[in-house]
């Protein structure tokens, strides 16, 4: 019964449509094309939040453990901060850190405390996104994408 009821259904649709004007079958095409566009950019931007949500609790878990090895290497008069060195700690402590805090991206220490052991600001990124800890201002997370990349010489858009 359902099925005979939907086949007459589409059949009447069909039939009004092969009837329907130029005008009305374009504005019909342009509706289902934004409400296609709605969906696709909607999941799209679900997808970025929880990309963004789950870089905050990782920059969380890696301020934290910064905190914990930290402790731990001024009970052991070790050094903690090396701010000539890539990611701004002391040989080893950066892989302690992402293997305490079970951090699948990179922390990056941007800002010690003058007494070498606090962390004041501290980057985890992972995937194109971006986590910043500031003692001050708290978490913000972002999503960095390449919109132009220059080559060597100035002005030389590289392909």
């Excluded at 934004?34 to 799209?44: C, P, R």
């Excluded at 302690?96 to 990179?106: D, H, K, V």
Aim: hydrophobic residues 45%.
């Amino acid at each position: 019964m359902l099925a005979a009821r939907l086949g007459a259904w589409l059949r009447h649709t069909g039939e009004r449509w092969a009837k329907a004007a130029f005008a009305e079958k374009l504005a019909v095409l342009l509706a289902l094309g934004a409400v296609l566009y709605t969906i696709v950019t909607g999941a799209a931007e679900l997808r970025y939040q929880a990309r963004a949500r789950e870089a905050l609790a990782q920059v969380k878990a890696a301020r934290l453990a910064a905190s914990a090895v930290s402790a731990q290497c001024y009970s052991a008069g070790q050094t903690f901060a090396d701010q000539t060195s890539a990611d701004g700690f002391a040989d080893g402590i950066a892989e302690e850190i992402r293997t305490l805090g079970s951090l699948p991206g990179t922390v990056t220490l941007l800002q010690i405390d003058p007494n070498g052991y606090t962390v004041q600001r501290l980057l985890y990124q992972e995937n194109g996104m971006y986590a910043i800890y500031d003692a001050d201002d708290g978490y913000r997370v972002f999503r960095a994408e390449d919109r132009l990349q220059y080559g060597a010489g100035v002005g030389h858009a590289a392909a």
